[in-house]
């Protein structure tokens, strides 16, 4: 018969609504960079920082798939066996994730503008300096592996505390780079605003 478990429906429901929270806070947080720059520079600047971000991403979303779809899994896994078991694997992915992450960033660093030289003409110049500042949040990136392992354990309201404090910090560090170093103060706001949310990273990964 067609019917509805409770305690089914209730474990959903209290899963569900952390990711809806978790990932509206998500959305606000991730286009900060875009909401603020379309107000403060000209139509020419955000079209480097598009190119800029566009290649960015690519490197980003390479790091986020192998994050989603290899890592995730393996986690996912261990939770449902024990936590041992979990814990056990998280410390073996901790140093190979930082060291693809900080690799990347130093890789991008060094080849931002060879990269945007390649691709673009001489017009597009601007976007590799661009680019050469984003590649810093690669570093941040590496604490991305804690988020997987949170949802792995259906930690949602971790994500959900998460990305409240990366929201309140993107929107105060950005607009605070650009206020006392112009652009070049955005830029470095924009790859350094997952920084606050280290402390409670730390803190729920000690619990």
């Known amino acids: 018969k067609l019917r509805i478990d409770r305690d089914i429906a209730r474990e959903i429901i209290k899963f569900g609504r952390w990711i809806v929270i978790s990932s509206s806070l998500g959305i606000f947080a991730a286009n900060a960079d875009r909401m603020l720059l379309g107000s403060w520079v000209s139509p020419e600047v955000l079209g480097f920082y598009a190119v800029a971000l566009s290649l960015f991403t690519v490197l980003m979303g390479a790091g986020d798939r192998m ?23 998280y410390r073996k992915l901790h140093l190979p994730t930082d060291l693809i992450f900080l690799f990347a960033s130093g890789g991008l660093f060094a080849s931002a503008e060879w990269i945007v030289r390649l691709l673009f003409d001489p017009r597009y110049e601007e976007a590799g300096h661009m680019l050469k500042i984003l590649s810093l949040s690669l570093v941040l990136a590496k604490y991305n592996l804690a988020m997987n392992a949170y949802l792995a354990q259906g930690r949602t309201s971790y994500l959900s505390a998460i990305n409240a404090v990366q929201l309140v910090g993107a929107w105060t560090i950005i607009p605070l780079g650009f206020h006392f170093f112009g652009l070049q103060g955005a830029l470095i706001g924009i790859a350094l605003r997952s920084l606050p949310m280290l402390p409670l990273t730390l803190f729920f990964n000690s619990q």
Do not use: K, N, T, Y
Request: proline share 4%; hydrophobic share 45%; charged share 25%.
């Open 67 to 89: 994050l989603s779809g290899i890592v995730f899994p393996m986690l996912s896994e261990a939770a449902r066996d024990s936590q041992e078991r979990f814990h056990r694997l």
